[in-house]
């Protein structure tokens, strides 16, 4: 069974700095491409950053370069997004997902992912 579960959300003052976890079971990390995307009311899915296990390759959205981190830990098992210097506008759920590496994918685009966590909230006051 595929899994993907995100940790890690919460209320946080602008500012401040959040690190969300996306511990992966069911499949082979380095076969997929992870994802963690964002999303707010009305608003389509936001990509914010990517990351190929297999060779350590990233991409980040642009609203977010130059103060996310995505990365993975030494098992490969769990995909972690840091993110810096919040604002209001990082308010949003933020989901993990996983898109299978066997077929041509735009890392940040979130149609083209086959698996999602159900996402965690972060909510940035001012």
């Known amino acids: 069974e595929v899994q993907l579960v995100e940790s890690g959300g919460g209320l946080v003052q602008a500012g401040g700095s959040l690190r969300l976890s996306c511990v992966a079971s069911?499949?082979?990390?380095?076969?997929?491409?992870i994802g963690w995307f964002r999303q707010v009311p009305g608003k389509e899915r936001e990509g914010v950053a990517h990351?190929?296990?297999?060779?350590?390759?990233?991409s980040y959205g642009y609203s977010v370069k130059g103060r996310c981190t995505i990365s993975s830990d030494s098992s490969k098992t769990t995909v972690y997004l840091e993110i810096d210097s919040l604002t209001p506008e990082d308010t949003a759920v933020y989901y993990c997902?996983?898109?299978?590496?066997?077929?041509?994918?735009?890392?940040?685009?979130?149609?083209?992912?086959?698996?999602w966590g159900q996402g965690t909230q972060v909510t940035v006051s001012s």
């Open positions: 990351i190929t296990t297999v060779n350590g390759r990233t």
């Open positions: 069911g499949f082979t990390l380095d076969d997929y491409g």
């Open positions: 997902a996983a898109v299978d590496l066997s077929r041509a994918h735009i890392p940040l685009a979130p149609d083209w992912y086959n698996y």
